[in-house]
């Protein structure tokens, strides 16, 4: 009886324990949560700030732009891959042979280049070989010496004397697309891999040139580089114009080459003049196509600077030379995705540039008018595909910078003082694309007016007979 009078009285106690234990967990949580919070905030904070930030540049990652099936093929290596991933491509034949041709050229010793990736007394990877990629999984010492020295044999065997098909023992039309796979935003090797495998500067200095020559970039463009950083030194943050950083890889020195001309000089140029801020939303430039310039009276010349900025003065619009061939759409493409990356600032110039151009060609007639002036040189099949190719580029999106926003404001103002003018070239261009495209829509045209003129005639008789 005094067992079963006290369980109750026992059992109550027990809950009141168990009770205030919950609740002490749970406030005990509330502080944790609290807590943690604070110092991922925290961290967060300083990591975007820089602070405790050593080594933060684009890494070699698998990023694409647009959406479009279509687009999809400008992404993807065709003969050669140099993803961790894909160390058993198609390609791996002419990767092993190259970077033997290589090893064989240089004398370097594969044990060296081994010490000098791997951590002592392990199987593993330095570290900072791992930050250069976003994704290091499936990465070997082997896999970065065989794919370094295969683009640099590639590269050194690209010289414009050379005859690449007897030093690189592959056919022309498959060294084409291999080139086309070194532009590739998805097949980039770290440059600092370049560095640690060339370790003649002047003859990097060549293989980069020869990179350019290849896609048809003056080797005067080419940005020099800087002295080669010791080991351990801090990394800064990746900034577009830097000119003491080495490039992250080939597309960054691509693209650092097409925008040589000062952009410092232009940039504070244009910071002088009082601008508001525009629209946060991402946009296009709608300028108008070449004929409506000239209609507005622009005149449309040739750049004589190596760079992809234009320029707009006195009513005369400058861009830059541009060779459209089959190249092109990778070496576009590309760069827009590697502006799009999100751990490299910059100012989006070469996608702001395409937005440019899509809105400045709209018909063949237009790709005509810029060849005829010798801005473009077309190495197509004819102008409709280069036409094509920058209405592909119309989906590109960005925000708006103040360099295209600059020249956008300066052209629209010229353009409201020749508005009638444009409307009356609009509506002519427009006739003149639907009535004299092609010589059939001309006879139907001519067979039409033909026909209006005889029953105007038939009917005038009619109304207007003969006195008999």
């Known amino acids: 009886m005094e067992h079963s009078a006290l369980t109750p009285m026992l059992e109550e106690s027990d809950t009141g324990l168990i009770t205030r234990s919950n609740s002490e967990i749970q406030e005990r949580f509330k502080i944790e949560e609290?807590?943690?919070?604070?110092?991922?905030?925290?961290?967060?904070?300083?990591?975007?700030?820089?602070?405790?930030?050593?080594?933060?540049?684009?890494?070699?990652?698998?990023?694409?732009?647009?959406?479009?099936?279509?687009?999809?093929?400008?992404?993807?290596?065709?003969?050669?891959?140099?993803?961790?991933?894909?160390?058993?491509?198609?390609?791996?034949?002419?990767?092993?042979?190259?970077?033997?041709?290589?090893?064989?050229?240089?004398?370097?010793?594969?044990?060296?280049?081994?010490?000098?990736?791997?951590?002592?007394?392990?199987?593993?990877?330095?570290?900072?070989?791992?930050?250069?990629?976003?994704?290091?999984?499936?990465?070997?010492?082997?896999?970065?010496?065989?794919?370094?020295?295969?683009v640099l044999e590639l590269l050194e065997k690209s010289d414009l004397w050379v005859d690449p098909e007897q030093e690189l023992k592959i056919s022309m039309d498959k060294l084409v697309r291999v080139h086309q796979d070194l532009l590739i935003m998805n097949n980039q090797v770290p440059f600092q891999l370049l560095r640690l495998l060339c370790q003649d500067q002047e003859r990097l200095q060549k293989c980069l040139c020869n990179f350019l020559q290849v896609h048809g970039i003056k080797v005067e463009t080419a940005p020099k580089l800087p002295r080669k950083k010791r080991e351990n030194e801090e990394v800064k943050v990746a900034v577009d114009g830097d000119d003491d950083e080495d490039p992250v890889h080939l597309l960054d020195y691509l693209r650092k080459a097409l925008l040589m001309r000062g952009q410092h000089t232009i940039y504070e140029a244009i910071n002088l003049i009082p601008m508001k801020r525009g629209s946060l939303h991402l946009r296009k430039y709608r300028i108008g196509t070449i004929r409506e310039l000239?209609?507005?009276?622009?005149?449309?010349?040739?750049?004589?600077?190596?760079?992809?900025?234009?320029?707009?003065?006195?009513?005369?619009?400058?861009?830059?030379?541009?060779?459209?061939?089959?190249?092109?759409?990778?070496?576009?493409?590309?760069?827009?995705?590697?502006?799009?990356?999100?751990?490299?600032?910059?100012?989006?110039?070469?996608?702001?540039?395409?937005?440019?151009?899509?809105?400045?060609?709209?018909?063949?007639?237009?790709?005509?008018?810029l060849r005829m002036?010798?801005?473009?040189?077309?190495?197509?099949?004819?102008?409709?595909?280069?036409?094509?190719?920058?209405?592909?580029?119309?989906?590109?999106?960005?925000?708006?910078?103040?360099?295209?926003?600059?020249?956008?404001?300066?052209?629209?103002?010229?353009?409201?003082?020749?508005?009638?003018?444009?409307?009356?070239?609009?509506?002519?261009?427009?006739?003149?694309?639907?009535?004299?495209?092609?010589?059939?829509?001309?006879?139907?045209?001519?067979?039409a007016t033909l026909g209006l003129v005889l029953t105007f005639i038939q009917t005038w008789f009619a109304m207007h007979p003969k006195a008999s």
């Open 373 to 447: 002036a010798g801005i473009i040189i077309n190495e197509l099949a004819n102008d409709k595909e280069v036409a094509d190719l920058f209405n592909k580029m119309d989906t590109i999106l960005v925000p708006e910078t103040l360099f295209f926003a600059h020249i956008s404001l300066q052209i629209h103002s010229h353009f409201e003082s020749k508005r009638g003018r444009i409307r009356m070239l609009s509506w002519m261009g427009e006739a003149s694309n639907t009535f004299f495209r092609s010589p059939w829509t001309i006879i139907a045209l001519l067979a």
């Open 294 to 369: 000239k209609a507005a009276g622009i005149r449309v010349t040739k750049d004589s600077h190596n760079s992809l900025y234009p320029s707009f003065n006195d009513g005369m619009l400058q861009l830059p030379k541009l060779i459209v061939d089959g190249s092109t759409p990778y070496i576009f493409f590309n760069l827009v995705a590697f502006e799009m990356s999100p751990d490299f600032r910059n100012n989006f110039e070469v996608s702001s540039f395409l937005v440019f151009m899509s809105s400045l060609i709209d018909q063949p007639e237009d790709v005509k008018e």
């Open 34 to 150: 609290r807590d943690n919070l604070f110092k991922t905030l925290e961290e967060s904070e300083k990591q975007l700030s820089g602070e405790g930030n050593r080594v933060s540049r684009p890494k070699i990652q698998r990023e694409f732009m647009g959406g479009k099936v279509e687009f999809e093929r400008y992404y993807w290596p065709q003969i050669i891959s140099f993803h961790p991933s894909d160390r058993q491509s198609k390609g791996w034949r002419y990767k092993e042979a190259w970077a033997a041709m290589y090893l064989k050229d240089t004398n370097l010793k594969v044990e060296d280049l081994f010490r000098e990736l791997w951590e002592e007394n392990t199987w593993s990877l330095k570290p900072m070989w791992l930050k250069l990629y976003d994704n290091p999984r499936g990465l070997y010492a082997s896999s970065l010496i065989v794919d370094g020295c295969c």
